[in-house]
């Protein structure tokens, strides 16, 4: 049996909570080979990202070349991309390889307030990288900064995924657990607009829930799921990481990936 095999291009996270220890997590529970591009390493725990210091863009640039050249990941996503210099590096080698099937997780903040993409790289995020996207997955503050506007209301999330569909991405999912009251996300593909709904759970630890989900969606198009199934896959999946999130350390704990293996 061919497993299939999916590639994360992302930070490091030294606490082991989000990133591309997240990603890998997650991509070995729903069945799915990971490979991984590391393009920031991080020093961080529960309580925040003390430092991170950018890998080499050749050497980036070889971890992208390794991997697809021998191991053919059917889907891609990315995470923190912290600079113009990065994401160019990445689209670049996107394009060349022709991977169809991207997840673009605009990871712009950590779980606890460092900014982790740089004010020079939101444009190049727009103009080099969501063109290249099956979904990009930004979270409500997320959104407002690619879209420079606040959103709040159902209303306003709806008419973001539009608008960020509209910025070339074949597809957006607004998310909505930064939103007061519900935890639903809004899709939107250019011709269906759906709400996935979401229990929301009263907790702090959360940490790695967007590469959780963005990695989860990822997995599902590597398996061959169409790309709403894979979000309502991944919607699904990333409320019981959540609901099993893992009380470790002084702040915001990891949600937890491997929660079927509870118990």
Known sequence: MTVPVALTIAGSDS????????????????????????????????LGVSDYIEIPLDLLRAQIDDVVSDLHPVAAKTGMLSSAAVIEVVAERIRAY?????????????????????????????????PLATVITPNLPEAAVLLGRTISSRAERE???????????????????????????????????????????ETTHTHGSGCCFSAAIAAGLARGLELPQAVEQAKGFVTEAIRHALPVGRGHGPVNPTWRLDG
């Open 159 to 201: 008419l973001a995924a539009q608008d960020l569909v509209r910025l070339g991405c074949r597809a957006a999912v607004v998310k909505g657990g930064h939103a007061q009251g519900d935890a639903d996300d809004v899709f939107f593909d250019g011709e269906r607009l759906l709400w996935f709904e979401g229990e929301r759970i």
């Open 15 to 46: 606490g082991g909570g989000a990133g591309i220890q997240a990603d890998l997590k997650t991509f070995a529970a729903l069945g799915v080979h990971g490979t991984s591009a590391v393009a920031a390493v991080t020093a961080q725990n529960t």
């Open 98 to 130: 022709r991977l169809e099937l991207l997840v673009v997780d605009p990871v712009m903040v950590a779980k606890g307030g460092h900014r982790l993409l740089r004010e020079d790289a939101v444009e190049a995020l727009r103009e080099w990288l969501l």
